[in-house]
């Protein structure tokens, strides 16, 4: 049962997409102040799951977190916002349920934070809906609540095939070079990214001439090889005279305003910008039908970067700072001037009282954009997914954005921000699946390798071997640290072995992403989900469940030559060097010591069944449906759902 409490006034999110009648009664379980606060008493037992991208663990529960979509590419533990907002919570305890607070501003979990006993919930402004949903079990409140938020997007099949991305290939020789490395070494691959160097001055919907003389032929030839180019659009419209994009916005008041009215200027990549009121549908739509300047040259991919938005600086802020230096200057520098200082200059870059100087046009009227704040992102991919979807009905087009709020995965799946090439890291990104698979978002991913600070080929291979089973699989690393393309370590071969196993198990993946889509049901799960009786399982932070199949069990430590895991039931250890090279070992129920040799991808099948696996290829359009092996128990049967759509 869903019941929906209405709060104050609040602002039309369009997370929801069924109808669903306001309650006359008071939120049941919580007690609320009024004022946009929410309070549960917390039993001792008692797991809290959700919150989609956010930090910790998947239990919730001891930390506080912020919905505030904000770009941190330096996050770790103590965190408290990530680039998504994704209120949705399923409390487990004496009694179970789930709840989605529905406010499309800051709003703060303390999650046992304060006093281990008490959640505390708050919006800043008493204006919201909350849903209580209600179900037998979490995978029934998890269903319930998906269908209240809608059908997942589907990307087109190839979109499950392996990406290699970096910030810096700079033209086209770059990009050719990367495709025939990778067809050198035999390792599939089926994009290839072009982030913000392929543009001209990091203006949206241009290309540098000089970099790019002929995109258009340069994706049919990349194409004839099996490989699509996937560029990034940002948030953030160049200002600068001539530039059609901007001028089209100013002229036609697509941008959002300040508090006089005029065009909003913060500044990104390209330096001074204005920032597309996606909030508004005429300026929706007019973003939107941009992308056709690619899909022009045959471009079906795309990501929607810095869209919480990100501001890196604000003009009046960074005057009013220099003159703050300046003071500073003529004074003796002590230890308060020395942290004045660094404060200052740190607290430039999505500094919150610049998202209060911005104004979004909703049917005429001024919404300050901190109000509406973690709408942004989801807009913008919307603006881009509508558009496609008039210009080409029968395509199905990639897309994936950093920012989101729940209802963004109608439009496009998301990648899980910047990241680091940390250890922690892995474990970080496999902990928000199942949360991020609750609210709807299955097209997922994290930057493969870690984007920021300097890989090794040993975080790479076991990186692989988590992410070879997340939808989206994309190798991403930022400008300035060390190369992280595959071709470029030294044991090619086993990097390349598990690019094989992907595309062996493509099928199967493809198929358990439709069976979540079209069930409402959750790719990866916890594994209390389906052993809620068993009380070691509810414990367990870094296995998964993948299906109804698999359990993955990542190794994510330094060095480490194998790991602990737990197992809810006899499973099925499968220790695989290759597609075509693996050991089995029947394991009874209980905690194991499993050995994994740096090159060995280990994961367990479910007593009684099977999946299957392909011939691997050079990349999608050449895999063959036809089943070379059913990995598992003799008995086992799989049914696979295929839609190839492209
Ligand atoms: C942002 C993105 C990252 C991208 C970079 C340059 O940090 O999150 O993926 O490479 O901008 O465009």
Not at 584 to 603: C, I, N, R
């Amino acid at each position: 049962m869903i019941q929906r409490y209405r709060y104050g006034n609040p602002f039309p999110t369009e997370a929801t997409v069924e109808q669903i009648a306001i309650s006359e009664g008071t939120l049941p379980f919580f007690e609320t102040d009024g004022k946009g606060g929410f309070s549960y008493s917390l039993k001792e037992d008692d797991i809290v799951y959700g919150l989609g991208e956010q930090v910790r663990g998947i239990n919730k529960r001891g930390w506080h977190y912020v919905s505030w979509n904000f770009d941190n590419p330096h996050h770790q533990e103590d965190t408290l916002s990530l680039y998504g907002a994704h209120n949705f919570l399923i409390v487990h305890g004496e009694v179970t349920f789930g709840v989605f607070f529905d406010y499309a501003g800051k709003l703060e979990f303390d999650i046992g934070y304060t006093r281990r006993s008490l959640m505390r919930v708050r919006a800043q402004k008493n204006d919201l809906d909350v849903y209580l949903i209600t179900g037998e079990n979490e995978k029934e409140i998890v269903r319930r609540f998906r269908h209240l938020i809608g059908r997942s997007y589907i990307p087109p099949f190839w979109a499950f095939g392996y990406g290699q991305s970096r910030w810096g290939y700079k033209n086209e020789a770059d990009i050719r070079e990367v495709v025939s490395e990778y067809q050198k070494a035999g390792i599939p691959l089926d994009s290839v990214y072009m982030d913000i160097d392929y543009m001209e001055n990091y203006k949206d919907f241009t290309v540098d001439a000089g970099r790019f003389p002929n995109l258009g032929d340069l994706v049919s030839e990349l194409s004839r090889q099996g490989v699509h180019l996937v560029p990034i659009i940002d948030a953030g419209v160049k200002i600068e005279e001539g530039y059609e994009v901007y001028e089209e916005g100013v002229k036609n008041n697509h941008f959002c305003k300040n508090a006089a009215g005029e065009d909003f200027v913060g500044a990104v990549w390209p330096g001074r910008v204005h920032f597309p009121d996606f909030l508004n549908p005429k300026a929706r739509e007019w973003f939107g039908e941009k992308y056709s300047v690619l899909t022009k040259l045959g471009i079906d991919g795309f990501w929607n970067d810095m869209n919480e938005p990100a501001i890196f600086y604000t003009e009046d802020r960074f005057a009013d700072t220099l003159t703050k230096l300046e003071e500073l200057s003529t004074k003796n520098v002590g230890i308060n001037e020395y942290f004045a200082f660094t404060g200052m200059v740190a607290g430039l870059n999505g500094n919150a009282g610049d998202y209060e100087k911005f104004y979004h046009n909703v049917n005429g009227k001024p919404v300050k954009h901190s109000e509406v704040h973690n709408l942004y992102g989801m807009n913008m991919t919307r603006a881009a997914y509508e558009a496609l979807r008039k210009l080409a009905p029968h395509k199905r087009t990639l897309f994936f954005s950093r920012s989101s709020y729940i209802g963004a995965h109608r439009y496009g799946g998301i990648w899980q921000g910047d990241n680091k090439s940390w250890w922690s890291h892995i474990l970080q990104s496999m902990q928000q699946l199942p949360a991020l698979n609750m609210a709807g978002f299955l097209f997922v991913g994290c930057d493969v390798g870690g984007f920021g600070s300097d890989t090794t080929e040993d975080l790479m291979i076991r990186w692989l071997q988590y992410s070879l089973f997340t939808p989206l699989f994309r190798n991403h690393s930022s400008n300035g640290t060390r190369r992280q393309e595959l071709y470029c370590f030294e044991n090619i071969k086993a990097l390349g072995d598990m690019i094989q196993i992907r595309y062996s198990l493509i099928p199967y993946l493809y198929s358990e992403f439709l069976k979540a889509v079209y069930e409402d049901s959750m790719m990866f799960r916890p594994l209390a989900f389906d052993f809620p009786e068993d009380k070691l399982a509810a414990s367990v932070e870094d296995q998964l469940f993948l299906g109804d199949e698999l359990i993955i069990a990542p190794i994510y430590q330094q060095n480490a030559v194998g790991r602990y895991v737990y197992l809810p039931e006899e499973m099925m250890l499968v220790r695989m060097r290759r597609y075509n090279d693996y050991d089995t070992e029947v394991l009874p129920k209980g905690h194991h010591y499993v050995s994994s040799k740096l090159s060995e991808l280990v994961f367990f099948l479910r007593k009684g069944r099977a999946i299957p696996m392909v011939a691997p290829a050079l990349n999608t359009s050449l895999l063959t449906s036809e089943i070379t092996t059913m990995l598992g128990y003799p008995e086992g049967t799989y049914s696979l759902y295929e839609e190839k759509l492209q």
